[in-house]
């Protein structure tokens, strides 16, 4: 039987990268890496785990979404919202600590 892996973080949670040290908020997640190019050879040289969750981070102060590893990730508790351009894209409003996410049809 196949060990099934769960995200640790979910879409408009607020979190903090361990080694780069920034804040940002989760707008999309991964359920392993899917990134390609460059990023892979990235991903590879740092040997970062392939085969755990990957997510889409809004970096706060930033005009970018970063791509990181769950395992380079914790939980940001401050409480702060991050200043961004593209939360309104992901984003509806920011309650107490986490972002409401907006409802997109497929």
Do not use: K
């Amino acid at each position: 039987m196949a060990h099934r892996m769960f995200a640790e973080f979910s879409l408009g949670q607020l979190v903090h990268h361990r080694e780069l040290d920034y804040r940002g908020v989760v707008v999309d997640v991964d359920p392993m890496f899917l990134g390609d190019g460059e990023t892979a050879a990235l991903a590879v040289s740092e040997d970062e785990p392939l085969e755990r969750p990957w997510y889409h981070i809004l970096a706060d102060g930033r005009n970018h979404v970063t791509y990181v590893c769950e395992t380079s990730l914790t939980a940001d508790e401050s409480g702060m919202p991050v200043e961004n351009p593209s939360l309104g894209l992901f984003f509806t409003s920011f309650e107490g600590n986490h972002y409401t996410p907006r409802r997109l049809a497929n």
